[in-house]
């Protein structure tokens, strides 16, 4: 019933900037908590940042002060501008949100299929 596709990976320089969108689709009645999640090859899934339906914002210490999230609730979207990327930022960048369904319906976590990003040094 909810659908999330992420966009705006790819290749950049060190130092460059990428702008990450996600859509989120479906039988949406509201939409809570959304967040970037990010997964290098021999890592497990770290969450980069998350952004309530308030607002209020939380990073990775290792991402503070580059990266920003915010959305669009209107548009159902949620996003994430990258700037002064280094080569360890290179990972498949995920989606997720708390989407429930219909009222009285229970929040459930929704993923994306996820968008690369690559960082050369």
């Known amino acids: 019933q909810v659908q999330l596709v992420e966009s705006g990976g790819g290749l950049v320089q060190d130092g460059g900037s990428l702008r990450l969108s996600c859509k989120v689709s479906?039988?949406?009645?509201?939409?809570?908590?959304m967040r970037w999640y990010r997964q290098a090859p021999g890592n497990e899934r770290e969450l980069v940042a998350a952004?309530?339906?308030?607002?209020?914002?939380n990073y990775a210490n290792s991402v503070k002060g580059r990266f920003t999230i915010s959305r669009d609730d209107a548009r159902y979207t949620v996003y994430l501008q990258m700037n002064s990327l280094k080569p360890e930022d290179t990972a498949t960048y995920y989606c997720?949100?708390?989407?429930?369904?219909?009222?009285?319906?229970?929040?459930?976590?929704?993923w994306g299929q996820g968008t690369q990003v690559t960082v050369s040094s």
């Open positions: 997720n949100a708390d989407v429930s369904t219909g009222p009285a319906l229970y929040e459930y976590h929704y």
């Open positions: 479906g039988t949406i009645f509201s939409i809570h908590a």
């Open positions: 952004i309530t339906s308030g607002g209020s914002t």
